[in-house]
């Protein structure tokens, strides 16, 4: 990647114009100037300007992730909120919420204020997302309010389910006083029993703990019936079952205040994915069966599903090293991320880019006229149609735990403007 | 020579090989009916007995074969939680692989930790059972065991009985008494038998008078105390009375049933005594093929010499 300032005059020549809040490619020219929209329009000529050629690519807007673990504070041999940062670009994303599962977690507006902070000088928008309760123990419900005046934009306990049921309904009521989203982590810790892949004829073979993909919907029912009480907005975040969906669809006919996320890895694989014992492989919720994976595709095809989130979840080497049942959850997801949504749906560009620019703005009340005059650049150019093979080189993150290494994809990131700088990613590390 | 490099397992090990190490532990079951017990097919050689989970019986017939051989052992037993706290198992295992050994033979709890051995070493890797996933030396013991006592494997119908769901030794018997052409039903409490387990071919009931009834021998496996505590079963009491092999209930089936078990026994809990010690029982026959069916797999796997044995 060549990251470097966006110079004071760029023009984006030749390239199609994907507006996600109208559903249309146009072919036109965007003028930048000292980093905000100067012109659109056909043949734009200004001889002071530096140029980049966008034939045949795709300029959208800049991609916005709801779900990463950036794992600052305390984690830092994983990830730091500056490596997450160059992920994010590498990926098109200009935009992220970072969960709260750090060490300490982000349960107070000091905490999110940290992360306000010393992002500020990061090459995008990081919003943090605040905890649902101090120490994400499941118990006592944080200054909520507090934590949304210094920054954030959720609230979770992500990472850890919230068990007791009434503390949830809690946390549902108490945040309607606010327009922001609940997000509950939805597994019930007893179903899942400790497992450490989806249970099923593979995980009888491997002799691997299963977790039942029931241990997901009974608690996003729950959840839904709790938010149906109460007049809140609430987000399922990693849906990886096809029962969930269903559970899904059905709420959100009566209650227009549910939306629900699903990871590019969900959508990619299925849990015999698994028999070599990859720990790149091992995630939470876990990879589930090849019917769980076409659901989830349906679901997002009949709207059922809003968006895509990574769940970026950075490990280090040394634990995903580890024995299968030893090494922790997750996988890293910004880099592959456009590459596999635009391989594996088989939906038109504009539908899939809508997955991961305007459908996670709208969830979080973000901005989504990016495409005005004078509208600050928040870019993404893509070319839809290059296949090539995902590498370490394309991983900028501090970790590289992806089970995305050496799978060919389509579509690829070429340029992303974020936040005053040009991040080009023609040339590779 | 055998096709693979390592016995990992036996869901994906080649059928003809599989015969051909229970054809060769009958070879060298004469041996062990000699009055010098002692080829010297393995010498020189070098095997380390890594355990990670204690296992006397396991190590110690393991330890007798390679001795047998002639091949140098070391035996290496950690717990897990002792190496969770400083080594990683990676620098543990390369720092035993830089001593120039040819073979290791490991025990641990976690499923998949032999495969991930073989990630990091370059010698032989023999499963001597990795957590509930497989044991594939115990099913080939227990292999040649029923061969010894039928004289073919084909066409028998096995009985397994116990905690199928927790079981690498339910596991590793399923597929290689498939592989060779044999039936094989299972038996327990539904919390111990989940449905899932079709999938590996077998027939599935809860009723132990329908196994008994359909099988020509049942191999009995150990019920794990401890899982009474999560709940999978409420009491040894009616364990017993729904599972346990008494001589009333094989009584009642008018009919020889062959009765194996991997040891050690919970007597009086999955099996009696009278049972256990019977006629019809070859729980000792599979100890001694225990050492024969391992010097099988060290010579095969290890490239020992034809002509010696
Ligand atoms: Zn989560």
């Known amino acids: 990647m060549n990251l470097k300032k966006i110079p004071k005059k760029l023009l984006l020549r030749g390239g199609k114009i994907l507006d996600p809040t109208l559903d249309k490619l146009k072919k036109a020219d965007i003028l930048i100037e000292k980093n905000k929209i100067a012109a659109i329009g056909s043949k734009i000529k200004d001889d002071n300007a530096s140029i980049i050629d966008c034939n045949g690519l795709v300029i959208t807007h800049g991609f916005c992730d709801l779900h990463v673990h950036f794992r600052e504070p305390g984690q830092?041999?994983?990830?730091?909120?500056?490596?997450?940062?160059?992920?994010?670009?590498?990926?098109?994303?200009?935009?992220?919420?970072?969960?709260?599962?750090?060490?300490?977690?982000?349960?107070?507006?000091?905490?999110?204020?940290?992360?306000?902070?010393?992002?500020?000088?990061?090459?995008?928008?990081?919003?943090?997302?605040?905890?649902?309760?101090?120490?994400?123990k499941g118990e006592e419900l944080t200054e909520i309010q507090g934590m949304i005046k210094e920054g954030a934009v959720a609230i979770s306990d992500d990472g850890i389910p919230i068990s007791d049921a009434q503390v949830m309904r809690l946390a549902l009521e108490y945040t309607s006083m606010f327009d922001i989203p609940v997000i509950n982590h939805a597994e019930d810790e007893s179903l899942r029993n400790n497992g450490v892949m989806n249970e099923g004829?593979?995980?009888?073979?491997?002799?691997?703990?299963?977790?039942?993909?029931?241990?997901?919907?009974?608690?996003?029912?729950?959840?839904?019936?709790?938010?149906?009480?109460?007049?809140?907005k609430i987000h399922i975040p990693h849906v990886s079952t096809s029962k969930a969906v269903s559970n899904i669809k059905r709420m959100k006919k009566i209650n227009p205040k549910i939306t629900a996320e699903v990871t590019p890895h969900h959508l990619y694989f299925n849990d015999q994915a698994l028999s070599g014992y990859n720990t790149n492989f091992k995630v939470a919720p876990p990879i589930r069966s090849e019917d769980d994976r076409k659901a989830l595709i349906k679901g997002i095809k009949d709207g059922t599903i809003d968006c895509v989130a990574t769940d970026h979840a950075p490990h280090t080497i040394e634990e995903k090293e580890d024995l299968f049942d030893m090494a922790p959850f997750g996988m890293i997801g910004l880099e592959s991320c456009f590459g596999v949504i635009n391989k594996i749906l088989d939906i038109p560009i504009n539908l899939i880019i809508k997955l991961i620019t305007k459908s996670p703005r709208e969830i979080m009340g973000f901005n989504n006229n990016l495409f005005e005059i004078g509208s600050y650049i928040e870019?993404?150019?893509?070319?839809?149609?290059?296949?090539?093979?995902?590498?370490?080189?394309?991983?900028?993150?501090?970790?590289?735990?992806?089970?995305?290494?050496?799978?060919?994809?389509?579509?690829?990131?070429?340029y992303t403007l974020s936040k005053g700088y040009l991040a080009d990613l023609n040339t590779i590390n | 020579m055998m096709k693979q490099k390592h016995l990992l397992g036996l869901e994906h090990f080649p059928a003809d090989d599989l015969a051909k190490i229970i054809e060769t532990s009958f070879s060298f079951k004469e041996i062990l009916d000699r009055p010098i017990k002692k080829v010297p097919s393995l010498q020189g050689k070098t095997i380390v007995n890594l355990f990670f989970e204690n296992s006397t019986r396991t190590r110690i017939s393991f330890e007798l074969a390679q001795k047998r051989l002639s091949a140098d052992t070391v035996n290496f037993s950690a717990s897990s939680s002792s190496l969770k706290k400083?080594?990683?198992?990676?620098?543990?295992?390369?720092?035993?692989?830089?001593?120039?050994?040819?073979?290791?033979?490991?025990?641990?709890?976690?499923?998949?930790?032999?495969?991930?051995?073989?990630?990091?070493?370059?010698?032989?890797?023999?499963?001597?059972?990795?957590?509930?996933?497989?044991?594939?030396?115990?099913?080939?013991?227990?292999?040649?065991?029923?061969?010894?006592?039928?004289?073919?494997?084909?066409?028998?119908?096995?009985?397994?009985?116990?905690?199928?769901?927790?079981?690498?030794?339910?596991?590793?018997?399923?597929?290689?008494?498939?592989?060779?052409?044999?039936?094989?039903?299972?038996?327990?409490?539904?919390?111990?038998?989940?449905?899932?387990?079709?999938?590996?071919?077998?027939?599935?009931?809860?009723?132990?008078d329908e196994i008994l009834d359909w099988a020509d021998a049942i191999n009995v496996l150990r019920i794990q105390l401890e899982r009474m505590d999560r709940g999978l079963f409420p009491s040894v009491r009616e364990y017993r009375n729904l599972f346990g092999i008494t001589n009333e209930r094989l009584q009642k089936h008018n009919k020889e049933i062959v009765i194996m078990h991997p040891g050690p026994m919970n007597r009086g809990v999955e099996i009696d005594s009278a049972a256990a010690d019977g006629k019809s029982a070859i729980i000792l026959d599979q100890v001694l093929n225990g050492v024969a069916s391992r010097m099988a797999i060290l010579y095969l796997f290890l490239g020992g010499n034809q002509n010696e044995s």
């Open chain 1, 76 to 136: 830092e041999d994983k990830e730091t909120l500056a490596t997450g940062s160059l992920a994010a670009l590498a990926g098109g994303f200009t935009r992220v919420c970072a969960m709260p599962n750090t060490s300490p977690p982000l349960d107070s507006p000091e905490a999110i204020n940290f992360i306000v902070d010393k992002s500020v000088d990061c090459p995008i928008f990081i919003h943090p997302i605040g905890a649902v309760t101090k120490n994400q």
């Open chain 1, 201 to 232: 004829d593979n995980s009888i073979r491997l002799g691997l703990k299963g977790n039942p993909s029931l241990s997901e919907s009974i608690m996003i029912q729950r959840d839904l019936e709790l938010a149906n009480l109460v007049n809140t």
């Open chain 1, 379 to 414: 870019l993404t150019i893509v070319d839809p149609n290059l296949e090539w093979v995902f590498n370490k080189n394309n991983i900028y993150s501090k970790s590289k735990n992806s089970p995305f290494i050496g799978e060919t994809l389509k579509g690829k990131v070429l």
């Open chain 2, 86 to 208: 400083g080594e990683s198992f990676k620098d543990t295992v390369q720092n035993i692989e830089a001593m120039k050994i040819d073979a290791v033979v490991m025990r641990h709890p976690s499923p998949g930790s032999s495969l991930h051995l073989t990630k990091y070493i370059d010698s032989v890797v023999i499963n001597a059972g990795d957590g509930t996933h497989e044991h594939p030396t115990q099913a080939i013991l227990d292999m040649t065991s029923l061969k010894e006592r039928f004289g073919k494997i084909e066409g028998l119908k096995i009985g397994i009985i116990g905690d199928i769901a927790h079981s690498r030794v339910a596991r590793s018997n399923i597929y290689g008494l498939n592989k060779m052409g044999a039936e094989v039903m299972v038996c327990g409490p539904p919390t111990l038998v989940p449905y899932d387990i079709q999938s590996l071919g077998v027939q599935i009931t809860h009723n132990l």
